[in-house]
């Protein structure tokens, strides 16, 4: 019987630190394939879990072994893997993987404690995003994608401070210390990671305004790996080849510092990948089509899809600049992916069959 074998889960895993855009990334994913999702309906309130026809994204903070007290006491934080339970992770994601449910615990983020858990069953598409994705060989191992998002030190504390101080009246000091604080961890459990990754999201300060500190326009680059069985890398006007453009001008309006974009063939951490890059940010959103018409391997269903994602979400963070792009272009990707392994799994059978 081959049931099982229909029955499997694409696993994706987002990793990046907290505050760096991971929700807003999901949001445009699920947005992609076909319906937003939600936290599970009459279940624990506090549950980080996000659901809809297609798609589970769990958090991994839910796999905490130590509470906020339990952290304190052994002075560990949450991105030390002291304070985590690998095992569980990867016998419950690998179980989701076959088909079978879970129950998983409850990171409880209001109270700090470790809340009973909440029964998961296998989606479509899983996504595990959180501190440590790809931390662990074996979680992994069973990944069928990957992203990092990578939010240069620049870029995270304007961030921060538009967040923390603005919404949850933090100060200046405190948050400048708070980062200083989670360096040496991020430092040492968090970036490496990013060397696993198919993709790779690196959020830069421009280069279009010497000088600038302010982050609020932003270079971005999309680093994309070679060789991956299900995944094309995008490209810009000619496969392979090396390009500067700038686009503003007749057909697309750009105000200061205007819009530049590179792409080319690169090694990231010894791999060959194609970077895609995007330096400034658009004034008109849905002028965007115009560049969208020169991009290739993007993965659309319909001409002007990109713009029409863009567009349908504007008032989500970085909508008019590379990390709103780029995100919205690896959830094409991905949809992509995920109908290339649906795909060959509904030929599988029929080759088992012929044995
Ligand atoms: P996470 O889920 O990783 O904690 P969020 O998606 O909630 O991150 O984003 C946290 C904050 O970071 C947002 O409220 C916003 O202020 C800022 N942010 C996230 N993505 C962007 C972006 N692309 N451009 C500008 N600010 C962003
Ligand atoms: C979660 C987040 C971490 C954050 C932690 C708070 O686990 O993913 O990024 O640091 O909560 O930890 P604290 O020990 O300050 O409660």
């Not at 404690?113 to 995003?129: C, F």
């Not at 992203?147 to 240069?152: E, M, Q, R, W």
């Not at 002028?287 to 504007?314: A, R």
Request: proline content about 6%; some cysteine.
């Amino acid at each position: 019987f081959y049931c099982s074998a229909e029955a499997k889960t694409v696993v994706i895993g987002l990793a990046a630190d907290s505050g760096c855009g991971k929700s807003t990334f999901m949001r445009r994913l699920t947005s992609v394939f076909g319906g937003a999702a939600e936290p599970p309906k009459g279940g624990n309130p506090d549950s980080n879990t996000l659901i809809s026809d297609t798609t589970t994204v769990i958090c991994l903070d839910d796999y905490h072994s130590l509470d906020r007290t339990g952290r304190k006491e052994k002075g560990v934080t949450a991105l030390d893997p002291r304070a985590n339970n690998f095992d569980l992770m990867y016998e419950q994601v690998k179980a989701l993987k076959e088909g079978v449910s879970v129950d998983k615990p409850i990171y409880n983020h209001v109270t700090g404690l470790l809340d009973p858990p909440e029964l998961i069953q296998p989606p479509k598409i899983l996504v595990i995003e959180g501190l440590h994705p790809m931390y662990d060989p074996r979680v992994r191992d069973l990944l069928d994608f990957s992203i990092y998002l990578d939010i240069s030190n620049e870029v995270k504390f304007a961030w921060k401070i538009q967040r923390d101080m603005a919404e949850r009246g933090h100060s200046l000091e405190s948050i400048k210390a708070s980062i200083e604080a989670r360096k040496p961890d991020f430092d040492g459990y968090i970036d490496p990671q990013k060397q696993h990754a198919d993709a790779v999201i690196e959020v830069l300060p421009t280069q279009l305004i010497p000088d600038d500190d302010e982050g609020k326009v932003l270079r971005v680059r999309l680093i994309m790996k070679e060789g991956s069985k299900y995944f094309t890398p995008v490209y810009l006007f000619d496969e392979g080849s090396t390009i500067s453009w700038i686009p503003c001008g007749r057909k697309l309006t750009c105000s200061f510092p205007g819009i530049k974009f590179f792409y080319g063939p690169d090694t990231y951490f010894s791999h060959e990948v194609s970077v895609l890059e995007m330096d400034g940010q658009f004034d008109r959103l849905d002028e965007l089509i115009y560049v969208e018409s020169h991009l290739s391997n993007i993965s659309t269903k319909f001409y002007g899809e990109v713009t029409q994602q863009m567009l349908k979400h504007s008032d989500f963070p970085g909508s008019n600049n590379g990390t709103g792009l780029f995100q919205t272009i690896v959830g094409l990707k991905i949809r992509d992916l995920y109908e290339q392994i649906v795909a060959e799994k509904a030929a599988a059978p029929a080759e088992a069959a012929k044995v």
